[in-house]
């Protein structure tokens, strides 16, 4: 059973990853046609572009290290040694802890 007022670290990652994408969807075609729509120069929605890319490459992988089994402290996104998952496992892969449940 999942619990509601304690998220699993299944959950917390899923919820993550989600907004990752919506923002990466945002920084790649929301952000720049609303900038060119106001008359922003394309070399400096460029810039803009980049700024963001590397901020949202930044925060998802310093936010993806944070969200980390329970029980080994392993992150939910790192797999053999290294980071090979867009999508965290339903199973820690160190520990083999239940992270839908959140406990062993
Ligand atoms: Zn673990």
């Not at 699993?8 to 046609?33: D, E, G, Q, R, T």
Request: charged share 15%.
């Amino acid at each position: 059973m999942i619990q509601d007022r304690k998220r699993s670290p299944y959950v917390k990652a899923c919820v993550f990853m989600l907004y990752l994408i919506v923002a990466l969807f945002v920084i790649m075609w929301v952000l720049p046609s609303a900038l060119t729509n106001l008359g922003v120069p394309s070399d400096l929605v460029m810039w803009i572009e980049f700024a963001f890319g590397l901020l949202w490459f930044v925060v998802g992988g310093v936010r993806s290290f944070m969200i980390a089994c329970p029980n080994c402290g392993r992150s939910l996104f790192i797999r053999h040694g290294f980071i090979s998952v867009l999508w965290p496992p339903k199973r820690c892969s160190k520990c083999d802890l239940n992270l839908i449940e959140g406990d062993a």
